[in-house]
């Protein structure tokens, strides 16, 4: 992975940290819904934005914030099979995500969906991997993106690596106001590097939990089983489940994305 960030430098990056002045009065404690301007949330699996900011995503619908979804893979591999299951598959969870935000108060989401294989984020080309961050890039300038939330780049799953470590990439050059991670799988072992370079943020969600967990429940395939001839495959943890259940949600305002992909 280390590799993949540094093909995707270019010497006349900007090597100066992202963030803006504002970022340093920010004292620890609530997000601030009010200062993040419009938002975009990078999923690398249709669910990771509901696990991860579900009760955000409800609480931005309720204030009229904007929120974009930048949908990574279509999440087809989570249950093995042929093509024609798969292609099938990233349909499901293409709607199961529409469904879910509607549920959070997103009656026409804006998800723009990059079709990355689910599964092989770390194996894709140098090349592959520009076109993302073109793409990427493109989406933020015309939505005028000021806060990214992206998953932790510790997290133990490599498509939220990648992804974390793409965005990254994308905000050197970029005047974000704010970088947030959430995390999805808790990392094996936490990286000095990381944890110097994050403050933790929590968002209370308390009255937000019961459409939470109804949006999570828009994702059947990965609940339970959708279709006979599949049922081996992924299914949600009661664990994570709990943990994304819980009143508060969890967010790290990253002081340095660079660090990252260095
Ligand atoms: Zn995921």
């Known amino acids: 992975m280390e590799q993949v960030a540094s093909a995707l430098r270019s010497p006349e990056r900007l090597q100066s940290p992202v963030l803006k002045p504002a970022c340093a009065r920010l004292c620890e404690g609530d997000i601030p819904i009010a200062e993040l301007g419009p938002i975009l949330i990078a999923s690398p699996h ?49 709607a199961e995500q529409r469904r879910a935000l509607n549920v959070m ?49 510790d997290d133990c799953h490599a ?6 470590k793409l965005l990254a ?42 459409l939470k967990r109804s949006a999570i429940f828009q994702h059947q395939s990965q609940l339970n089983v959708v279709d006979p001839n599949h049922t081996e495959g992924f299914r949600m943890p009661p664990t994570l489940l709990d943990a994304k259940l819980g009143n508060t949600e969890s967010f790290a305002l990253v002081s340095d994305p660079a660090a990252w992909s260095s």
């Not at 592959?128 to 990214?148: M, Y």
């Not at 498509?159 to 974390?164: F, L, N």
């Open 46 to 94: 249709p669910d990771d934005e509901t696990l991860g900011c579900g009760g955000l995503i409800s609480r931005c619908a309720e204030l009229g914030c904007s929120v974009t979804i930048l949908a990574m893979t279509k999440g087809e591999a989570s249950h093995p099979g042929d093509r024609h299951w798969q292609t099938r598959l990233a349909q499901i969870r293409g």
């Open 105 to 153: 108060g997103f009656s026409d989401p804006d998800i723009i969906e990059l079709g990355l294989p689910d599964g092989g984020l770390e194996s894709l080309s140098t090349e592959t991997l520009q076109r993302a961050c073109v793409k990427i890039r493109e989406i933020i300038h015309s939505r005028r993106i000021q806060t990214l939330f992206v998953p932790a780049v």
């Open 159 to 164: 498509d939220h690596q990648i992804t974390a």
């Open 169 to 210: 990439d994308v905000a050197r050059d970029y005047p974000f106001r704010y970088f947030f991670s959430y995390q999805i799988w808790l990392p094996t072992s936490r990286r000095l590097s990381v944890t110097t370079n994050e403050r933790e943020y929590g968002h209370d969600i308390s009255s937000l939990i019961a």
